[in-house]
């Protein structure tokens, strides 16, 4: 693994030197050889016993300056001056042959400067469920932080439910900069430090932006920019998990990052049947993380970076609020045309800019209709893909679904079967027949704590293709019975 880091080079007061735990008798669980291959990793040359040993932080690479990075954040509403990463480890940073960074950090690893009142660790339920989920979400097609191995560490971490194994995680980003990290130095007034965080987001992910400095004169404000290319790159990423029935269950700013990659798989979930306000986190008693809130924390957390930018915008404060607002102005309609942008793929209207009101009607009248008779979600959108060629006894027909499907079958524009096919193989390659349900996960979670990893190993063997049905492995496509469905997901932490 060949480091190029460069977050150390940062002052100091963006982050803390880190020292791994040791581990009794450290296990890969997994290693990621496909992502290693993407990161330009080649660690062939090592035994199962040495990758165990490095990644669970036992044996440290050349290269690698080991350190914590500092962060703060609203959780749930409410601002927590400083937080940092509490059991997690960045090893350091590699660029691939196409020249992408990634960070490459172990999570669970130890206590740090940030640990609070933390012990550092991870359970190994969480590792499970993130290399899972993280994984899934990667093939689906959402922009996510990756993993590249899960180790055992061969000793018990302690929980509210009692003693149980614990893991590492090792996860890869393309950085872990969070809203949140703009947040630390904005609260502290650390002017310098905010333009020096700015300078380093825009160098590594938005490198564009110097180029359209010098071609637009009208742009002058590089965080303006910033803030317009992340406002983006968030809205993508929510409408992307919401298209999917997705609920990251934490939508807390430090949980948000300046990339649009999904970070922090706690209590997420996807669901099965469909409910608008479903909610599965055992923390968020409000519903603040809710599945149809999601459009709207979005638009919060954005409003929260935009804070942060004030003092690199403009002298006065009242003028740099109106810049910061006309950017900000942007994100209703863009979480619109979004939606109606993507949800039109998946029922297979032809795509037009134009979107049509009766679009939204439609979409509105099948969701309602899942969620009053109760359907599952994904299974929903494939069995409409499925019931233009063949018939399908999935969905029950009462009046509100009759009337849908004549009002979706005039709007899809077709003249012959042969049309209905090349629909119903546009509308699979964007539903997917196959997620990580949470039942499943469970049961994975379950098995690796036993020592058995036969559903974790098979689950990320399936979720490589979630578009395609898998004859051998299709029984995860099956919803949970009442009696094996997951009521409540928990943090793990
Ligand atoms: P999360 O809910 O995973 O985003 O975590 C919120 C904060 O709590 C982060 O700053 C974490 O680093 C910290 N944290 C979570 N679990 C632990 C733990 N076991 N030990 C120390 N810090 C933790
Ligand atoms: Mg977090």
Redesign the pocket.
């Known amino acids: 693994m060949k480091f190029d880091n460069t977050y150390v080079d940062l002052p100091e007061s963006f982050y803390s030197e880190s020292t791994p735990d040791e581990f009794s008798s450290p296990e890969l669980l997994a290693y990621n050889e496909d992502l290693a291959e993407t990161l330009g990793i080649d660690l062939k040359e090592l035994t199962q016993e040495e990758l165990a040993q490095v990644f669970s932080g036992q044996k440290i690479l050349e290269g690698s300056q080991i350190i914590s990075t500092v962060y703060a954040a609203h ?1 749930f509403g409410s601002f927590v001056p400083r ?6 480890m960045l090893l350091g940073e590699v660029v691939n042959s196409k020249k992408q960074r990634f960070d490459i950090q172990l999570k669970g690893s130890g ?1 740090t400067v ?3 009142n ?5 359970a190994l339920g969480p590792v499970i469920r993130e290399y899972i989920v993280s994984e899934a979400m990667h093939y689906l097609g959402v922009p996510t932080t990756r993993a590249l191995a899960a180790v055992h560490t061969g000793d018990s971490v302690f929980r509210p439910g009692g003693e149980t194994p614990g893991g590492v995680l090792t996860r890869v980003a393309s950085s872990h900069i969070r809203i949140g990290t703009f947040q630390y130095f904005a609260n502290r007034g650390d002017y310098n430090e905010l333009i020096e965080l700015m300078d380093y987001s825009i160098d590594r992910h938005f490198p564009e932006i110097r180029q359209e400095m010098k071609e637009n004169s009208e742009e002058l404000n590089p965080a303006l920019l910033f803030l317009r290319k992340v406002i983006r790159k968030q809205i993508t990423l929510v409408t992307q998990w919401m298209t999917l029935g997705f609920i990251h269950g ?1 939508m ?1 700013t ?2 948000t990052t300046i990339c649009g990659e999904t970070i ?1 798989f ?1 209590p997420c979930a996807f669901m099965d049947i469909y409910k608008a306000d479903k909610k599965f986190s055992s923390i968020d008693s409000y519903g603040r993380y809710a599945y149809n809130s999601q459009r709207k924390i979005c638009a919060w957390n954005l409003c929260r970076l935009a804070d942060c930018l004030i003092p690199l915008i403009a002298k006065k404060s009242e003028d740099a609020v109106e810049l910061l607002n006309k950017e900000l102005s942007t994100i209703p309609t863009l979480l619109e045309t979004q939606w109606l942008e993507r949800l039109s793929l998946k029922f297979g209207f032809v795509h037009n800019s134009e979107f049509k009101k009766e679009d939204d009607d439609l979409i509105n009248a099948f969701l309602e209709y899942l969620e009053k008779e109760e359907l599952d979600f994904t299974l929903g959108f494939r069995n409409l893909a499925e019931s233009l060629t063949e018939n399908t006894d999935f969905f029950p027909e009462t009046e509100d679904f009759k009337n849908f499907k004549e009002s979706w079958l005039k709007r899809l524009n077709f003249n012959s079967s042969e049309d209905f096919e090349k629909i119903k193989k546009s509308m699979w390659q964007v539903n997917p027949r196959y997620i990580p349900r949470n039942h499943q996960v469970e049961k994975a979670i379950q098995g690796a704590n036993e020592g058995d990893l036969s559903t974790f190993h098979e689950m990320n063997e399936l979720l490589k293709n979630p578009y395609n049905y898998q004859e051998k492995l299709d029984r995860y496509s099956i919803p949970p019975q009442p009696e094996e469905e997951v009521k409540a997901t928990f ?1 793990g ?1």
């Open positions: 959780q937080l940092g990463d509490g059991r997690a206590p940030y640990s609070r933390g012990d550092g660790l991870s934490v807390n430090d949980n922090d706690g943090c932490t």
